[in-house]
């Protein structure tokens, strides 16, 4: 049996006053001996509508098929902490900060509103097109701390494409202008690495639902990204479609590297998940849906040079 995934647990005493007000979920950060400064996020909100939804598990999945691909992502491990002056035990996940000290960062709305004058009240106007557009306007570089940088990735615009075609695998329906991020190191404008895939992989859909789903139906019904035609919010797989129009090099060599990651290797990362952090349907499905898109990524045509 391979080895379970670690859990982290998190020192009450050393919370640092820091408290985070984004989203859902509860997050503050700590300082852990091993990890230095992470952010603690927990499972699942304690109202939550669904039973069954939690994103522990999908930071964990996500991170190591990021690995597996080569993408630089911020590193996710399963914790258990507490929020404040509680004494409940909170299960969770901690993302340990990428952030270079001396680094200035940007969201991506900050961005797109300082390079191109985007007005992002308009949904219409946040689009991949855009977003490509203003990387490359900006002259946005790989991450300095890239640990293993991947030959012909080297502008930001072309690692996008990798974390759009990480988003269509995945199904992740949250790369808002909030989750994705450039930071200013010394003379340059670099890309952060990839954060907050939680809202994959069906993670806040019903267990009882999923034996029953036809995947390509799921797909063409939750597979919206956030990404705009218009009014309309465009599929994942359209959207990684327009990379490979605008960006054929790179969407090939990440293609190129999703068909070395086999089913069998993402199996085993769930098999790794300790056990009640996910349920066996949830993670079929999960198995499943990535099978699924996978797939359809891989018989993508890519234009001939």
């Known amino acids: 049996m391979d080895e379970k995934y670690q859990i982290y647990n998190l020192d009450p005493a050393l919370i640092l006053d820091e408290q985070v007000e984004d989203g859902m979920l509860r997050k503050n950060w700590y300082f852990h001996p091993q990890l230095g400064k992470c952010l603690f996020k927990e499972a699942a909100p304690t109202q939550a509508i669904i039973s069954d939804a ?59 509103t300082q390079i191109l004058d985007c007005n992002l009240d308009d949904p219409r106007q946040y689009t991949i097109e855009n977003v490509l557009k203003a990387l490359d306007l900006a002259d946005v570089k790989i991450p300095s701390n890239w640990q293993q940088p991947i030959a012909g990735i080297d502008t930001g615009a072309k690692l996008f494409v990798g974390y759009m075609m990480l988003d269509c695998l995945v199904n992740n329906s949250d790369r808002h202008d909030h989750n994705w991020e450039v930071m200013a190191v010394g003379e340059q404008i670099e890309l952060v690495s990839s954060f907050d895939h939680g809202l994959s992989l069906g993670s806040t859909d019903e267990d009882e639902d999923k034996p029953t789903l036809s995947l390509a139906d799921y797909v063409d019904r939750y597979s919206q990204s956030c990404f705009q035609s218009g009014y309309n919010k465009l599929p994942a797989l359209t959207v990684f479609e327009c990379c490979v129009k605008l960006y054929p090099d790179a969407a090939r060599i990440w293609q190129e590297r999703l068909k070395q990651v086999t089913p069998a290797q993402i199996e085993e990362i769930f098999y790794r998940i300790p056990n009640g952090r996910i349920t066996p349907i949830a993670a079929k499905f999960a198995i499943d849906l990535m099978d699924f898109n996978r797939k359809r990524i891989i018989n993508l045509a890519m234009p001939i040079d």
Do not use: H
């Open 54 to 112: 939690r994103t522990d598990w999908t930071e964990k999945v996500v991170n190591e098929i990021a690995n597996l691909l080569g993408l630089p992502i911020a590193r996710y491990e399963l914790a258990t902490g507490y929020f404040g002056k509680s004494t409940k035990l909170v299960e969770g996940v901690v993302s340990i900060n990428c952030i270079p000290a001396n680094a200035q960062v940007f969201t991506g709305e900050e961005f797109l």
